[in-house]
């Protein structure tokens, strides 16, 4: 691509570059390759000015940064705002990708990848097909793409949007990724607000600046888009108040009031009722939980302004076949069975107990959860004690070390706990801590499991432990199926 066309693109001035191509784009200097434009970029760990000697010693065409000029040898652009501009530049240079598809994107503090997972399965059952973007894994072409972030860097996200062939894209979008600015170039048919709750405050300070950064996802709705918001909680309300402002959009609320566009009641263990333009009807609950009827309902009127009919999702969820960690249950052969979960925040936690208490009823309920170390801290008590109060027994482990010692995250929850004045079983080793609980609940209880679902330890455990041959021979003795 010439690099003339992008600049003009991006606003930028140039002169004497006009036989200069530029064969990719990155932010980061070690991928740079020959003829590559690198974007320095001021971030939380680095500052990607640093490396723009390395940058153009890998071959770099053209470099643009935030300072006004470099001590660098090359050909170097200023720009006040460099993470804007690179996802700009990657949308250009792939040739703006999300014209070619519906696009969709899902933001809120949880649900995310439930309600993705059931948009693509409604649009995918009835012929529509449907890349994701989400946390567990990206889906290109009905391949799996492996995914690092929830959102991806834009380079990766507008590479990925080129090579789909899907007619539709849904997309979950991170609070994180907004503030990055990852989604910039892309514009959106669709966008989706589920809920806003307490996360991720050591990130943006506080709750307001947390939903000013997730309310500007709306900001990159087309015009006449549809935004679709969950009408539950002071938040979503101030959102369809702001929006409202806006007269080019369709704005659709669903949530449990008479005055949502689409409305709930009668949550039950199979099916929820769900009235939508008069009509009432009974809609499968694929996944339990009173949330997740919130989340069915929120892919349910995306599909609909897709031009799916209520009846034709309905019929797609009798076929739902779930979601990795979402609620995923397993029957031990002793009748215990073990729900594996996502939960990771105090709403999440509360809403995935609450299902989890009502499947449970007198049966011993066991709670098996843990932190991540240097993240939102202020969550931690809130969490444990909603576990208190919904379980019978707390194990207390530890989620992802995430760079922090193992001695100082069990500190750290020794103190989250002593808050609560309670006392609970901590047991560091996450492995360990399931085999406790499995080999303490009695047959026939519910032993629950949150916070990883189905990923995979960052850091090392010890599986099998050597230490206590006795849990694997238990482990091994009880045989699960899944559900
Ligand atoms: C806090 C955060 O979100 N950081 C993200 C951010 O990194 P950053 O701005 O801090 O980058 P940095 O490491 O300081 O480096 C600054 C610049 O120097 C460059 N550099 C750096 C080193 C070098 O040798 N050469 C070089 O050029 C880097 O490429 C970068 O452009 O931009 C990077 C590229 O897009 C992301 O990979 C990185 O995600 C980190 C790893 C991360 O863990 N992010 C999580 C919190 C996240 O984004 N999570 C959300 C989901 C949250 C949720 O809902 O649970 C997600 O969307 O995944
Ligand atoms: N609508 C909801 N309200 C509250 N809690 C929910 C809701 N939906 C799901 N949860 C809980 O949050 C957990 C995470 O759900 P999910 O993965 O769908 O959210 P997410 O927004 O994608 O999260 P993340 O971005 O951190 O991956 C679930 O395992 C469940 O316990």
């Not at 140039?14 to 003829?35: A, C, D, F, R, Y």
């Not at 929830?150 to 007619?167: A, G, I, N, R």
Request: charged share 20%; glycine share 6%; proline share 3%.
């Amino acid at each position: 691509m010439k690099l003339k066309a992008l600049l003009a693109h991006l606003h930028i001035k140039s002169e004497n570059i006009e036989n200069l191509n530029i064969t990719g784009i990155t932010s980061h200097s070690k991928q740079v390759k020959p003829g590559y434009l690198f974007f320095a970029i001021s971030g939380v760990q680095a500052d990607g000015h640093q490396y723009i000697q390395e940058a153009y010693e890998n071959g770099a065409a053209a470099v643009i940064g935030e300072y006004p000029e470099t001590r660098s040898k090359g050909i170097y652009f200023y720009s006040k705002d460099t993470k804007k501009l690179l996802s700009r530049a990657a949308s250009f240079f792939y040739g703006q990708p999300y014209r070619k598809h519906k696009m969709t994107g899902i933001t809120g503090t949880n649900g995310k990848t439930t309600t993705s997972f059931i948009l693509k399965h409604i649009l995918e059952s009835q012929g529509v097909s449907s890349s994701l973007f989400g946390t567990v894994h990206h889906y290109i072409n009905s391949e799996i793409v492996k995914s690092s972030h929830t959102t991806p860097d834009p380079v990766t996200l507008q590479k990925l949007l080129h090579e789909s062939q899907d007619e539709t894209v849904v997309m979950e979008v991170s609070s994180h990724g907004i503030e990055q600015k990852r989604i910039e170039g892309i514009i959106y048919d669709q966008a989706i607000f589920l809920n806003l709750t307490h996360d991720h405050l050591d990130y943006h300070g506080t709750m307001e600046s947390y939903f000013q950064c997730k309310a500007q996802l709306f900001n990159y709705l087309k015009s006449e888009g549809t935004a679709i918001i969950c009408s539950e909680g002071n938040y979503g309300k101030r959102l369809v108040d702001e929006l409202s402002l806006r007269k080019d959009l369709q704005i659709w609320t669903y949530g449990r009031k008479e005055t949502d566009q689409f409305y709930i009641e009668n949550v039950g263990k199979n099916s929820f009722d769900l009235v939508y333009d008069s009509k009432q009807v009974i809609v499968p609950l694929p996944l339990p939980g009173e949330y997740n009827a919130l989340n069915t309902t929120a892919a349910i009127a995306a599909a609909y302004d897709y031009g799916i009919s209520i009846q034709k999702s309905i019929s797609s969820l009798a076929n739902f076949p779930g979601i990795p960690g979402r609620f995923e249950e397993l029957m031990l052969n002793n009748g215990t069975l073990v729900i594996i979960d996502y939960a990771h925040t105090p709403d999440g936690v509360h809403q995935v107990l609450e299902a989890a208490r009502k499947k449970a009823g007198n049966r011993a309920l066991y709670h098996v959860f843990g932190f991540r170390g240097n993240r939102d801290v202020s969550k931690r008590t809130e969490m444990i004690q909603l576990s208190l109060e919904y379980s019978n027994h707390t194990v207390l482990t530890v989620d992802d070390l995430n760079g922090i010692p193992q001695h100082q995250l069990i500190e750290e929850t020794k103190i989250s706990l002593a808050d609560c004045n309670h006392s609970a079983a901590i047991i560091p080793d996450r492995t360990e801590a399931i085999f406790y609980a499995l080999k303490e609940a009695p047959a026939e209880s519910v032993v629950i499991i949150t916070g990883k679902g189905p990923e995979n330890y960052k850091e090392s455990y010890r599986y099998p432990t050597k230490t206590d041959i006795s849990t694997v021979e238990y482990y091994k003795s009880v045989s699960h199926k899944a559900l």
